[in-house]
């Protein structure tokens, strides 16, 4: 099972990335998904997740309003839209699938990506 993120970059306070996850040898629409996020030194937290249908969305407050999470099973592809970027959203963002909506713990996730570095200049 592999979890593809990519979309990661440099770019500067304000500016805009959009992030994907692309699987293979996992059909995503069997299982919630999140992107979590770990800066250097610190631990991995949650970003936001969304359910199987689409329907329903989680996020934390540090991004709420700013990010948004959505997916096309269709396509095996979940995305994470960010928007108003700040130097503290510096990070290796990963995604994740196997969750339970409203828990936003890692332990409650089954299959990992690797990641992609997103780095926002001030």
């Known amino acids: 099972v592999q979890l593809q993120a990519s979309g990661g970059g440099l770019v500067q306070a304000g500016g805009s990335l959009r992030l994907s996850c692309v699987a293979s040898?996992?059909?995503?629409?069997?299982?919630?998904m999140g992107w979590f996020r770990q800066a250097p030194g610190n631990e991995r937290e949650f970003v936001a997740a969304?359910?199987?249908?689409?329907?329903?969305?989680d996020y934390a407050d540090s991004v709420k309003g700013r990010f948004t999470i959505s997916r096309d099973n269709a396509k095996n592809t979940v995305y994470l839209q960010m928007s108003s970027l700040k130097p503290g959203d510096t990070a290796v963002y990963y995604c994740?699938?196997?969750?339970?909506?409203?828990?936003?713990?890692?332990?409650?996730?089954?299959?990992w990506g690797r990641g992609t570095l997103v780095t926002v200049s001030s």
């Open positions: 040898e996992l059909t995503l629409n069997d299982y919630v």
């Open positions: 994740a699938a196997g969750g339970i909506l409203w828990i936003r713990a890692t332990s409650e996730y089954d299959h």
């Open positions: 969304i359910s199987k249908s689409g329907r329903t969305t």
